[in-house]
């Protein structure tokens, strides 16, 4: 008999040689339908593979992150078969699941593979899946795997199995397939319910762009037809919520081959939509006892050798700026909190002028290598709406949840409201990774998780996860995806103001270290803007949208009262503009739904006559016709209803 | 008898010989007694020299920049010859007039000159002046003029007279003195009534580093004793004034040896004030159909190779930065327009849509070299409040009076009231130094010289002083110590949009050029902040001053009425404060009025009863007691009166 001991912790003896499923089944039934993969002892197991010692158990379904990756990596074995079958001679090297989905990286040597085949491929494995066949792990020798692949000229797996100790070599068999495999498989392929093949591209082997070009196979597979048929749904609302496809439309920021990659240039409603999310922050961080300030967007090579940045990442940075007659090296700023403690630094504080916090939207530069580059999520210049608050090691508890206040009030005047919270802390078996005293360590640490607690954030806690300089506080949200972005960050920092020697003379009259905060509730302008395009498909927070009302008047004689409503609506400061061009109210409405216009305003015979405006909302809902007194009304109650002051 | 012609063009006859003194005294005796020095065609001549051919004659006094130039430079040989006798051993090497007053530059061996020996010097030269001797030229010969200063030892004048042709070498005497000389003396000594030596510096011989360090004695005259009390007490006002004082005095910006010289950090203080000057310009501009952009403050070698620029300022800028691992040269931008260009390329026009103006404001950088820094006035990187305006030919003539009409509004706003303003137009001598053709250019050219009149500027044409893409014109005003600066410029350029080949649709269905106009009312930020402190000495207009007004109150139990007072202050969203340090009353005015806070509010005992402050003005004003609304008035209608809408 062997003890299994289950993730609750409850401890039960089994026959020796029980596989996992043999154990789920002993549990229920209904556990036993659905499990599809399994950990012993920290290592992915088969669900048939049989257990022969003491030891700990995890079973997974389908809503496990390990269930969906055996899942995936398994329908890659079922989708090799099918390319296999469907194209002779293919060579395969690799197919592993990935974070949606499964690739299989193929040589397939004359033949070409493109969407047109994607049809055939799909049917032939989910023929093969219907067939219900068993995954089977079996061990083989080195000499008899290495004969397999040489024989079949198969370059990629002999490399990998050169590579492969003799004795640990396994193959995973099903139907007439068969392939060099580690293992980690769901029981058999019938549970595979729906395959698509998603995309190909091409893939260096091994990555290394040296190597042989090869074609990527990308697929995601479901245990259901209904979740295929979602998330391809869900894939053709994120495409048509691309905020590169989004920007371009709505005409908000464009880049240019001249200026550089990663470079965006913002466009004049970009411009105006970000000074409008530049302005509600500064109101709140006025509010807040923010001070702004301005420094440069470069600093010399010694303000980054002080800040430690340079011996840290200046080879993977912008090189440094030469000056022609002088011998002088600058950099570009890559971060401002060395600027912001130089400011600090400029005269001397007394415990009683602190916190000092001092604010900047500062566009920093980072280098990223250009395949990285995406959009404005992955960019090469960028602006932080970054502070950094120096306090006494006192303030820190109040200043944190003065923070997390901010952080809130500008999550949720954006309308994210799934958000989570991550607190990062020390990892106590190494306490020699950190700077600072224990005392300070502990002081900041309990600061970031009493103010979570108290201002009730859904949070976790990541031992080992602290900067070196600090613990730290990052929110996440989701967006109307469900997808997962990280954003706004609160971290402590004892680093630099050490290395600044910075310091404020306290009550005892001796000068003390004071303790900095960084934070920027957006994290970047750039990245912000297109999670919030993302997240709201264009339909931008009432408050925040390019024009919130566009005035068509229904023939050219109305366009003189159509300029007496948009200028009352100037007036009333509601963003509005007419159309007057020579098109159909129809197409112009069409249009106006395209461009995310909130509200149409038709203006006609009746609504001239009695002083009124046809409303119609984006999406499609009719208000009628109203005063343009009215209509403000609405607009203002529907911006305070989201926009509160902070 | 010789044809002397008069700058009146008026032709008279004299007999040969007649020296410029003869013909003055044959105008009038007044004339006589003031002029100082003269010029025959086109070369400076003594007020005695003897003219014995046909020409044009103009006589100077010193109310003429000539006349105050033959002035200085004869009193620095009067200032050489008191050095040579208090300085035993001295060599004299060169000693010109400049912009105010003179120099010479002394070898004095191991003496030294400092500002203990100024009185001396002064006391010497005062009395060499009074004794009224006559300035004589004489011809020397080359061979006799070098013997004078070998035997002197005095190697400097030995190496100018070897550069010199034998025959044309003069030396002037006065009194016991002289000197290698080419000429533009007053008549004598006499009519320098007053001399101040203002400092010493060291300078290299020939501003060659690697060559001798002499000294420089800086010194300036007059000819009332009165006019260089004023001058002295011009310089002290200046000084009082100097932008690096009151900068640092009102806590508006900083220089940090870490972040390196010319880059300045706007502190709290500074970067409001900063924001509230772009915050009023852009509301301007906003009515003045101008949209915001926002571009990076880099941009590939490439952009400028295609600007041109990297070709004309490339070695002496600031040098390309690097990538680490791609084959990347990107420059720090040193202007907006390639950028803007850019922008404009992004999507194309048709004629309807121009003008397109695009303004921001964009932080450039440009190489100084460190020993030309000055304060906010000559910087690495400043901010310039730039738009580029792209419009049709046509559309010039209009688009030049809009931006005039903005130039001038924002100057009334600030309080320069005495400016001129400068047309740059075509040399006709030399066609192909420029860009365009012909017709543009008399297009332009025209345009710019209408809207200078239409809108009544005081101008002045100088031809040959456009660049070679477009003619320009420039603002000067003038502040209230009286010195020239050179403000806002508005530019005409053919070559930026051929040279990124822009285009719009005309009604002629074909591709045309647009033209641009680069245009800043403030020039930089930077160097207009740091001329407005100048100029006002740091009592910025109301509206845009740091704070409004303090209050203060008289004892601290007048604390809490004092916090009252401040929120409705708030309220009506004046910038106040409270100063309740334990200081007494009279030391926290005194400070405020260091401060140039335009109100001080007093709050005691019968302010609190009658629910009143007690009002006293910057400068000493009281005003009495009078309610907050009244004061909320009082300041609206003074902001209200610098400060109309555009």
Known sequence: MI??????????????GSTPMDIAKSISEGLARNVISAKFNDTIVETVTPLNDDGALTLYTWNDDEGKKAFWHSSSHIVAQALEELFPGAKLTIGPAIENGFYYDVDFGAQSVSEKDFPAIEKRALEIARGKHDFKMHPVSKAEAL???????NEFKVELIENLEDGTITFCDHDTFTDLCRGGHIPNTGIVKAIKILSVAGAYWRGDENKKQLTRVYGISFPKQKELTEYLQLLEEAKQRDHRKLGKELEL?????????????????????????????????????????VTPHIGQKELYVTSGHYAKYGEDSFQPIHTPKEDEEFLLKPMNCPHHCEIYNSRPFSYRELPKRYAEFGTVYRYEQSGELHGLTRVRGFTQDDAHIFCTPDQLDEEFKKVIDLSLYVLGSLGFDNFKAQVSVRDLDNPDKYIGSVENWEKAENAIINAAKEKELDFIIESGEAAFYGPKLDFMVKDALGRNWQLGTIQVDYNLPERFDLTYKGSDNELHRPVMIHRAPFGSMERFIALLLEHTGGNFPLWLIPEQAVILPVSEKHEKYAEKVLNSLENNEIRALIDNRNETVGKKIREAEMGKTPFMLIVG???????TIAIRRHGGEDLGSISVKDFVDLVTK?????????
Chains 1, 2 share one sequence.
């Open 605 to 611: 015979e009746s609504e001239e006559e009695h002083n």
């Open 638 to 646: 529907e911006i305070n209803s989201t926009l509160k002051s902070f």
């Open 147 to 153: 004969e397999k692949y040489r024989s079949q000229g």
């Open 253 to 293: 920021f464009t880049f240019s081959q001249k200026v550089g990659q990663g470079l965006p240039l913002w466009l004049p409603k970009g411009a105006a939509l970000r000074e409008r999310l530049e302005d509600f922050l500064k109101k709140a961080q006025k509010k807040a006892g923010y001070e702004m300030v």
């Open 3 to 16: 003890k299994i001991t289950l993730p609750d912790g409850t401890i039960k003896e089994y026959s020796k």
